[in-house]
C-alpha cells in the first residue's frame, strides 16, 4: 500500500542550495501536483502534470522546476534555495481530472524543507 | 477571485455541539467536490465526496448548492477528535484538483 512517496522528508538547506524532491506513486495516475504550506496557511499548487510530459505551473512555480518523464514520477527541484521556500512540500495524485466514481487525490507524507 | 474560498475560522465548539461551515466555488463548470481533513503537520486526508443530492457519514453532512455555489459540511455531536483545518476540494479547470484554504475547527471540553 505504498501510495505516493516523497523523499526526503525533513531537509535542511543552506541559501544557494539545490536540491531535488522526489515524488512516486503506484497507482498509475495521470495527474500529479506539488503543493507547498507554509505555517497556518493553505495549500499552494506549485506545478502540476497531466500525464508524462506534460506539466505546467500553478500558482507559485517561482524558484522551482519539474519534470515527468515517466507515469510514476514527478520530482520539484529547488534552484538556488532562499529562505522564503522555507514550508512544507506535499506530493500528489490522483487518476483523472474527470468526474468519475472513486476519483480522488491522495496525498505523499509531506518534505519538511528548512533553507537557512 | 480565488477560485475556492473558505472561512478559515477558527470555529470554537463545545463538545457534543454541531458546527457547520461553507466553501464557495468560482467556475460553475466544477464537476466533483470533496471535504478533506488535514491534522496538524500531516498530510490531507480524504473526509468524504460531496454528491449532487446530499450525503452523509455518520456524524458529517455534506451538502451542494450549484445555484449559489458552495458546498457545505456540517459536524454533529462534536468530538475533541473532530478538532482539525477543514479543506474543500474541487475539480476545476482542466481537470485538476484546487483547494480551499481551510476551515480551522477547535473543539472544546
Known amino acids: 500500500n505504498a501510495g505516493v512517496t516523497q523523499t526526503p522528508k525533513f531537509r535542511i538547506l543552506k541559501i544557494g542550495q539545490s536540491m531535488t524532491l522526489q515524488c512516486a506513486q503506484d497507482?498509475?495516475?495521470?495527474?500529479m501536483y506539488w503543493y507547498r504550506q507554509d505555517p497556518g496557511m493553505g495549500l499552494k499548487l506549485i506545478y502540476y502534470?497531466?500525464?508524462?510530459?506534460?506539466?505546467d505551473k500553478g500558482e507559485v512555480p517561482n524558484g522551482y522546476n519539474v519534470s515527468r518523464s515517466t507515469t510514476e514520477d514527478f520530482p520539484l527541484r529547488l534552484e538556488l534555495a532562499a529562505p522564503s521556500q522555507t514550508s512544507v512540500y506535499f506530493c500528489?495524485?490522483?487518476?483523472?481530472?474527470?468526474?468519475?466514481?472513486?476519483?480522488?487525490?491522495?496525498f505523499g507524507e509531506g518534505s519538511w524543507l528548512t533553507v537557512v | 477571485r480565488k477560485e475556492v474560498e473558505q472561512d478559515p475560522g477558527p470555529f470554537n465548539v463545545p463538545e457534543g455541539a454541531t458546527v457547520a461551515f461553507n466553501c464557495t466555488y468560482s467556475?460553475?463548470?466544477?464537476?466533483?467536490f470533496f471535504w478533506y481533513r488535514q491534522d496538524c503537520r500531516k498530510e490531507p486526508k480524504l473526509l468524504m465526496s460531496?454528491?449532487?443530492s446530499g450525503n452523509e457519514d455518520g456524524r458529517f453532512t455534506a451538502q451542494l448548492n450549484r445555484a449559489s455555489q458552495y458546498i457545505s459540511l456540517l459536524i454533529r455531536d462534536s468530538k475533541l477528535s473532530d478538532s482539525a483545518t477543514y479543506l474543500c476540494?474541487?475539480?476545476?479547470?482542466?481537470?485538476?484538483?484546487?483547494f480551499g484554504a481551510g476551515t480551522q475547527v477547535v473543539v472544546t471540553p
Open positions: 500528489a495524485s490522483s487518476r483523472t481530472g474527470m468526474k468519475t466514481s472513486g476519483n480522488t487525490i491522495y
Open positions: 497507482m498509475n495516475h495521470n495527474y
Open positions: 502534470s497531466v500525464g508524462a510530459g506534460i506539466t
Open positions: 467556475n460553475s463548470a466544477s464537476q466533483s
Open positions: 460531496v454528491y449532487s
Open positions: 476540494a474541487v475539480i476545476g479547470s482542466w481537470g485538476k484538483f484546487q
